[in-house]
């Protein structure tokens, strides 16, 4: 069975601070998303990792694939109040295989 | 262009009842999955819909159906409620097996 663990469940910070999510899984995924949720909002994807030691930027986003594909961290530069949301990391094992998603992590970012 | 619409946004149901809940994918998608969020839980796949056919199910009872449209829309349908299943339900769209966009979802209530 497919199971995605996302930590810390919970992270508290003051603006301008730096962080890190991480999703560890024992399976290995073809392709990884992250996804931001806003509260009463359906989830937003802000990347899809498919090769094994992938870094990809978004703005003050850095996500990173793991290099067996089992594992991929979000790092957060200088968090800003809008940053503020459940993170999310879903995987695929193969493409058309339905969609796992983590617990999440619910991010707050204190200005 | 409009993304993807649910309706209702709100529900509210007692045990034993029957709800119906509608998905419109974005313009130019043809397959729809339905996802179960519980409060302060990642969402949970419930099903995928493609060309009409039910494609893939996650492990929810058979108390949960669902449907599609030739024009690609989509009903999930629950059976004799539960209270667990008070929940976000969410909806996705995507073409094929590409990029998946969610709905706002239906926040549906269970007493």
């Known amino acids: ?111 | 262009d409009a993304g993807v619409t649910q309706s209702p946004t709100h529900l509210i149901k007692t045990r034993g009842q029957q709800v119906t809940l509608r998905c419109s994918p974005k313009s130019g998608h043809d397959t729809v999955s339905w996802y179960q969020q519980a409060l302060g839980q990642g969402p949970q796949f419930i099903f995928q819909y493609y060309e009409e056919e039910e494609r893939q199910r996650g492990n929810f009872p058979d108390r949960f159906s669902g449907h599609q449209f030739p024009n690609y829309s989509s009903e999930l349908n629950v059976n004799a409620l539960l209270l667990g299943d008070s929940a976000l339900y969410l909806c996705a769209s995507s073409l094929a097996a590409g990029t998946q966009y969610f709905g706002p979802g239906t926040r549906l209530l269970v007493l």
């Open chain 1, 1 to 111: 069975t497919q199971l995605l663990e996302q930590s810390p469940q919970f992270l508290s910070i003051q603006e301008g601070e730096n962080l890190t999510v991480y999703c560890n899984s024992s399976s290995v995924f073809s392709s990884l998303q992250w996804y931001r949720q806003e509260p009463g909002e359906g989830p937003v994807l802000l990347v899809t990792v498919v090769t094994g030691g992938e870094v990809k930027k978004l703005k003050r986003l850095t996500f990173q694939f793991g290099d067996a594909r089992k594992d991929s961290s979000l790092h957060i530069t200088a968090a800003q109040p809008g940053d503020t949301g459940l993170y999310l990391c879903a995987g695929e094992e193969t493409s058309y295989d339905k969609v796992i998603f983590g617990p999440g992590t619910s991010l707050s970012v204190i200005p």
